[in-house]
Each structure stands twice: as C-alpha cells, then as structure tokens.
C-alpha cells in the first residue's frame, strides 16, 4: 500500500468513481460476457433472453480462459460495441 | 457490473479495497455447480432486475 | 520507554571520533550511574558497555530530538533536566553530576552531525512519527494498483506520466522554501480554490520539479492568480492561450535554467518542469480541463509547459524583470497569456532599420493581418539579432519604438472585406493609421543559441490588457 498525498481541491471522494453509468438500457446494447466458468451459460442465456423479451439488444462474448483477464483485442471489441457490461458468472 | 456467488464476497471486497475501486457485483447464491438447468434460469429470474439496476446510474 | 525515570541517557554512533574518545567514560558512567546507552550504527558499539542498545530504526535519536552525537541528557522525575552533546568535560561533569571524569582527554571535542537527521532520514522519520504537518488528504494506493495508472485514472494527468507524490517527496520539495506549507499563494480559478505552499508543492513534485525550483513554481502561481493577469479567462477562453513563464535573475544559473541553445524547446529539467507543475495546479487545485472549463479550440503545445529563462548574460539591453520594475540582480517570473512561436527569419539584414522591418512584417500578421489592434505578443529576439541592434547602439526603447511604429497600417487595408477577406476591422477604420498592439503591448526578450539569425514572435490573448489578460512580474522569495 502507497499513500499519495492528494493533489486536489479534495472536493470529490477518493474512491475512483464507476464510470457514467445510464439512465435507462432502452435505446443501448447490453454485452454479455461468459467468463468460461462451466454452467454459466445457462445462467447468461436466460439473462439474455429476458432482456431481448424487453426489446433490450445484446451480444454475447466469451473469455478464451477462466484462468487470465479478458485479452486486449476482447476488451476493445466489447468498447466498442456496447455500452454497458454484465460479466458471470464467477464462483 | 460482474454476477458471482456469495463465496466470492470477501475475494471482491478485498480487490476493491486493493484497486481502489468499488465495481457494481450482484451476489446469488453458492453452489452453482449442482444445480439444475431450471434452478439456474430461476436464478436468473430472481435475480434479473437487481442486475438490471447495477447497470444503472445511480446504483 | 526510551529513557528512565531518573537517570542519564547517552546516544552515540561508532562513525564518530569523539563518541569513540567517550568510550571510557560512558563505560565508567554505566558502572557508577544509572546510563542508559542508544548506538545508532553499530550494535557492537561501544564494546565497553554490555547493555548498550541498537536505536537501528532511529526511533528513540529522533523521539530524544539527537541532532549531534554523542548527547548525553539527565532525567529526572520523568522528564529531561537537562543535556550536552560532543565531549566537554566540564559539562559531562555537571550533568552527570560526577567529577573525575575523561581523565587523560582533551577538555573539549566536538561531536559528529547524528545519523536521524541525515537528508532523506529526517524525513522518513517524520513521516513515521506523523509529524509532518502535511494537511493534505491522503489517498491509498492498492497493492495490486499501479501508482502511475492509479494517477492518470484520477484525472491528475496533463496527458503525460507523472511523479507519484508520496509525503517524503512532498516534504523533501517543501524543504525547497522557508515559506509555511499552509500559506495560501491565492485563490485558484475555476473553482477559486485555495492554493496552499503544499498543495503547489505536491503537484510540484508531480511534475518532476526538484526542491530548488520551487520558489519558482510559487512566484508563478502567484503571478498568474494575480487581478491583472485574468486567469479564470485565460482558462476558459475558446483562443490559444496558456500561461507562458519567463524567469530573470540569477536563480536561472542557481537552478540550471536554460536561456540558451533550444531554450523554448525540450530537454533542460527545470524549464521543463516548472511549466509543467503551473499547469498541473490549474488543473488539479483549479479544476480547470479540457472540455470542461478549457473551451480552447485548439490550444497549443505550450500548454503542457512552456517556460524559460531570459538570457541575460551579454545582452546591451536591462533583463525583462528590471525593464517592468524588479530591482537588478533580483531573481523575478514574467507570466504572459501566450501561445505558440513565430520564427522570424532574417539573415541579412544588417542594421537596425532592416531588422527592425523584417520583425515588424511578421508581426503584423499575428492572428490575422486584417485585425489591429490584435493582442499583446513576446518578441524573442535572439544573440544574432541582438548583436545587430548592440552594434548600431540601440537601446531597447529604441527598438520598442520602432516596433511600433513599423506595425501601425493604413485602416484601408484592414476594413472588414477589403483584400477579398471578410474578417477585419469597422468600416470608420477607412483612412486612418491603426496600431495593430495596444501601448505597452509588446515585450522584448533576449534569448536563443549564440548561432542562427532566427527569432520569434510568441502571440497573446485578443483580450489584452486591461479588457482581459495583462502580463504580470513578480519577484522570486525562496
């Protein structure tokens, strides 16, 4: 653990802030990602299927191993096409 | 926002505490592994709309 | 407990002559008094005494505030009565109330600097002892976070890597002036937030600053928060502007400044960083970034840093600082709403009068040539070119004059949709000669390589002056 001294107004809290999260999803493409843990997809498919029945689109991605983060190429694929992430499903 | 049974409750509180961030989880329960396809969906089910609200602002 | 209730307690380090002449009477000390004795390098040391204790932390020398060894102090009921340090018999005598001691030593020696107030030490110390005085927040860093990243992730970035300020680095930069760290410099636009000694300190540390460089930092913070200066415009303004730092006096060589070859380019460490610290404190204290309060259209790459030192040396002409009212030999920061560099080119002109002219022809197209007057500009006019007005006996109001004079136009030529260009002036401008700078709007400044017939223009603020940014020097206190 490094402390920094804060180099700010101090105005704002010190926790990283989530970034911007929306409103609403109507109108956005919600990421599915399968972190390739076994019956996950079970889990996923069912999340996908009630947000279709809400007219929500999504798409689907898989992680290559449970055992490393997400490659780079993933990341930046999964930036660019949506704009909110649901990850699982971790045990 | 990352879905993840109740056994991982401490592991996420600690990386949090380690990265300094504090990212959206949803917890159901453990085990996972045993359960029946339609245990799974009905999970999912219970679980839909707080997934749901993790996504969004003010949560 | 460092000390005993009643009785002496002595601190010493075996890399140290007096302490090792002590040996015997430390020794003949513990044997007849109650002694107490702390070792700060050596645990073998001094072999004469079997209880010594090894203070390898320095936490005990710098609880007991040890700044020479040895020291040897009395207490008594708890509290310290009194103590001495080096070798003085007729002092040891007294406080250890014995006579008869350092038989066969010299009456006096003096004593070595301790070891708990090396550099570096003292202040990791008083980090560890939170005595610091630092106000500021701290923010924690994970063990699995990288510090650098965690920094940019927070926003504290101007785009480029920075110094992660740790508290012993922000004390070692505070040592750089004898100012307080609470003393508020000014208030900080956009948010108009209070700009401590520490906090510029901390984003001094931030950019690469070292200690020295320092009261340089603060004498420009405190320029640009000044009334005249308009900073919260300077800021927010659509137009190309930041704060440009020119630097007089001889801190310039005190802290390596360069005003020579390359001085408006990369490379010097304090030129460099103390730009760089001015604009992470606009951004940082102030709040003030790109896109948010910093509406500039395109900006330039001076607002990174850009900062240099007059070159003073040599020149026929007074430094800029004693030109605006700094007394000579005082080091002094003139903080300029500028952007960019125009290079003047002239290899060949060799009098006043042709040189003069090729500067002028440049200048009138600053911004526009259809708009006059237009802003406030720095004319940085390098050692060729000075050689050429030193040669003819030019004094610099000499120059300035024909600065001037050279730059009014004829208003026809500058009517909004004369020369097929749309942009210029009202139509009452049509047969009268107008100035493109305002009085006073022009500011000549020596530096450069001694090799290269080349200058530049540094363009301002369209808002100069009084009706928005005017230039303002402050001089330097360390």
Redesign the interface.
């Known amino acids: 653990m490094t402390a920094l001294l804060d180099p700010t107004s101090e105005r704002s809290p ?3 802030p ?1 970034l ?6 109507e109108g956005l493409t ?1 990421g599915i990602v399968d972190i390739s843990k ?3 997809d ?6 996908d299927a ?1 947000l279709q029945e809400r007219g929500i689109a999504t798409r689907r991605y898989m992680k290559p191993t449970m055992t490393r983060p997400a490659p780079l190429a993933l990341r930046q694929q999964i930036g660019t096409e949506v704009q ?8 | ?5 109740t ?2 409750i401490e592991a996420a509180e600690a ?1 949090a ?8 989880c949803v917890f ?1 329960p ?4 045993d ?1 029946t ?1 339609d245990e ?2 009905a ?3 219970t679980h ?1 709309d707080a ?2 609200a993790m ?5 | 407990m460092d000390a005993p209730h009643d009785g002496l307690v002595a601190v010493v380090k075996r890399d140290c002559p007096t302490c090792e002449l002590t040996a015997p009477v430390l020794a003949a000390l513990a044997r007849a008094a109650g002694l107490t004795v702390y070792t700060q390098d050596d645990p073998g040391f001094p072999a004469e005494i079997a209880a010594r204790i090894h203070d390898a932390d320095l936490n005990v020398s710098h609880r007991l505030r040890i700044e020479i060894v040895p020291t040897l102090i009395r207490f008594e009921g708890g509290q310290e009565i009194d103590r001495t340090y080096g070798w003085d018999r007729a002092e040891w005598e007294r406080i250890a109330a014995r006579p008869g001691l350092g038989d066969g030593l010299p009456a006096m020696r003096p004593g070595c600097g301790a070891k708990n107030v090396e550099p570096g030490i003292l202040e990791r110390l008083k980090v560890r002892h939170g005595e610091t005085g630092i106000a500021a927040r701290r ?7 990288d510090e650098i990243e ?1 920094m940019f992730d927070r926003g504290w970035s101007d785009g480029l890597p920075l110094v992660p300020p740790t508290e012993e680095r922000v004390l070692r930069m505070l040592a750089g002036t004898g100012r307080d760290p609470q003393e508020v410099i000014g208030l900080v636009p956009s948010d108009l937030v209070p700009a401590t000694v520490e906090k510029i300190a901390i984003n001094a540390v931030m950019a690469g600053c070292k200690p020295e460089y320092l009261p340089v930092v603060l004498a420009a913070v405190e320029a640009v928060l000044a009334e005249p200066f308009a900073m919260h415009g300077v800021l927010a303004t659509t137009m190309y502007v930041g704060p440009v730092v020119i630097v007089n006096g001889p801190i310039r060589r005190a802290i390596g400044m360069n005003a020579r070859g390359n001085a408006l380019g990369q490379g010097n460490r304090a030129n460099a960083t103390i730009g760089r610290a001015l604009q992470l404190v606009i951004r940082n204290i102030g709040g003030g970034r790109p896109q948010e309060v910093d509406r500039a259209t395109l900006g330039n790459p001076g607002k990174y840093t850009y900062c240099f030192a007059e070159d003073e040396e040599n020149s026929c002409w007074e430094p800029l600082s004693v030109e605006r009212g700094i007394a000579p030999g005082k080091s002094a920061v003139t903080v300029f709403a500028g952007f960019g560099l125009q290079g003047v080119v002239d290899q060949k002109s060799r009098d006043p009068d042709s040189l003069s002219r090729s500067f002028a022809e440049s200048m009138k197209a600053m911004q526009n040539v259809k708009l006059a007057p237009s802003c406030d500009c720095i004319v940085v006019i390098s050692p060729e070119h000075e050689r050429t007005y030193r040669a003819a006996g030019w004094t610099k109001q000499q120059v300035y004059d024909a600065f001037y004079r050279l730059t009014e136009m004829d208003g026809d030529d500058l009517v909004a949709g004369a020369h097929g260009i749309a942009e210029g002036g009202p139509p009452s401008y049509a047969g009268r000669r107008i100035a493109k700078f305002r009085p006073g709007g022009l500011m000549i400044v020596r530096a450069g390589g001694g090799a290269g017939m080349f200058s530049g223009i540094i363009g301002g603020w369209s808002a100069s002056g009084e009706r928005g940014s005017a230039p303002v020097t402050r001089e330097i206190r360390e």
Do not use: C, W, Y
């Open positions: 010190t926790i990283r989530r911007g999260r929306p409103d609403r999803l919600v076994p019956r996950g079970v889990f996923l498919d069912r999340l009630r909110v992430v649901i990850q699982g499903l971790a045990d | 926002m990352v879905v993840a049974t056994e991982f990386q505490k380690a990265l300094g961030t504090d990212p959206a159901i453990h085990p996972v592994q359960r396809d799974l969906r999970m999912a089910d839909f997934i749901i996504l969004l602002k003010g949560n | 923010i924690e860093i994970g063990s699995g976070e965690a």
